[in-house]
Structure formats: structure tokens, C-alpha cells
């Protein structure tokens, strides 16, 4: 156990819709972490957060959003599904940043239809 | 920008030695990650390499060479268990940490 929470695992949804991915991160950890996981793909980084604030962003769609609140906890909001959009989300924290090292949650695993 | 690579996939014997190569190229290097991940589980941390060297781990060990962009994981001592994927990452000047698209290996008894 990572001690990173995410939530839902899993998630059905239709086209067109929109869903929340929630994620606690380890207890005193600042840095959350979102990376996008689909079939056969490497780990593509989306957004980090450092205590709050966005810190850096990688290739995440304009119908995504983040946001990191002030007990640390962090959501990513995904809009306008496309069923490609369908992938496993992982969450992962790390004490600051600078990047030390990435303590994963298991993931959301998303299923557009 | 940045780029890694990974050989796709790779099999070996159990009790053998595997050797899993990284190279990578980017404007600016803060540091290199190795992760192991079992299909449909969260990666788990191997090995973390600012410096240039070997090291060592138990049966795992992290190389780094800076100046060749190059880095490798090394498995002795081969188990079932450590048939899965395993990354290689890389944080840049941004600190972004930037993941290849994963090694697959294979281990045959």
C-alpha cells in the first residue's frame, strides 16, 4: 500500500459526459502527480500540483482540468468524453518538488462507451 | 523537448541475468527513474540515478551515464515474479518526470 488514494477504480460513463477523479495523497506529501495510461502506452504525464499550486503541465486536453485544494487532496475533471478518453488515471505524490520519489495510487480505470 | 527509448519487449530464462537499456535525449537533466509495473497495477519505484555510476539494490542495480544519455536496469537472479513492465524515467530541468513507454519482460521457467 502506496498510501495514495484514488477514487473511483473503475468508472463507466457514455460520450459527451463528464467525471471527477479524486485522489488523497500520501500523508504529508505536497506534490500530486496525474498521468494518463492507455492500452499498451507508456505513462503520459498530464499535471503536477506543489501545495496548491500548478507546477507543471504536460500534454493534458483543454476538456481536462485539475486542481489541487488546501488539504492537498487533488481532482481531475475530464469533460466532453471521447472514447478514447478511456484509460487508466493514476495519481502519484511525492514529498516536494524538486521530484523525489513518486509514490502511486492504483489508479482509475475509465471506460468511455 | 525530451525523448526516451525502450525496447518494447524483451524474454529471458529464470536464474538469468537481464540487462535493460534506456537511452534518452533532452535539453536538461535532473535525474533518471527506473519503476516496475505488473500489468493493471500502479508502477512501483526501483531506483533513482542523479550521478553517473552503478547502483546496487538486492538483485536489481541502475546505470547511469550522463554524458551518453544512456542508462540500464540489470535483474539477477531472474524470478517469475519479475516478469512485467519496467520504465524508465526521466526528470528534466522542469522537473517534469517524463516516462518511457515501458520495457515487457518476459520470464520463461
Known amino acids: 500500500d502506496s498510501g495514495v488514494t484514488q477514487t473511483p477504480k473503475h468508472l463507466i460513463t457514455a460520450t459527451g459526459q463528464r467525471v471527477t477523479l479524486r485522489c488523497s495523497p500520501r500523508?504529508?506529501?505536497?506534490?500530486v502527480y496525474w498521468y494518463q495510461q492507455s492500452l499498451d502506452q507508456g505513462l503520459q504525464f498530464l499535471i503536477q500540483?506543489?501545495?496548491?499550486?500548478?507546477?507543471a503541465k504536460g500534454n493534458i486536453l483543454e476538456r481536462f482540468s485539475a486542481q489541487q485544494f488546501p488539504d492537498l487532496h487533488s481532482e481531475l475533471n475530464l469533460s466532453s468524453l471521447e472514447l478514447g478518453d478511456s484509460a487508466l488515471y493514476f495519481c502519484?505524490?511525492?514529498?516536494?518538488?524538486?521530484?523525489?520519489?513518486?509514490?502511486f495510487g492504483e489508479g482509475s480505470r475509465l471506460t468511455v462507451l | 523537448g525530451q525523448n526516451i527509448d525502450q525496447p518494447t519487449e524483451m524474454t529471458a530464462t529464470e536464474g538469468a541475468i537481464v540487462q535493460i537499456n534506456c537511452t534518452y535525449q533532452?535539453?536538461?537533466?535532473?535525474?533518471l527513474f527506473w519503476y516496475q509495473q505488473h500489468a493493471g497495477e500502479a508502477p512501483t519505484f526501483l531506483s533513482y540515478?542523479?550521478?553517473?555510476g552503478l547502483e546496487e539494490k538486492g538483485r536489481f542495480s541502475s546505470f547511469l551515464s550522463r554524458s551518453k544519455g544512456y542508462s540500464y536496469l540489470l535483474l539477477k537472479e531472474l524470478q517469475m515474479k519479475d516478469s512485467a513492465s519496467y520504465l524508465c524515467?526521466?526528470?528534466?530541468?522542469?522537473?517534469?518526470?517524463?516516462f518511457g513507454k515501458g520495457t515487457r519482460l518476459h520470464i520463461l521457467p
Open positions: 500540483y506543489y501545495n496548491g499550486e500548478e507546477r
Open positions: 502519484a505524490s511525492s514529498v516536494d518538488s524538486p521530484a523525489g520519489e513518486l509514490f
Open positions: 524515467a526521466l526528470v528534466n530541468r522542469d522537473d517534469k518526470i517524463i
Open positions: 540515478n542523479v550521478l553517473d
Open positions: 500523508s504529508g506529501d505536497l506534490s
Open positions: 533532452t535539453s536538461g537533466f535532473n535525474g
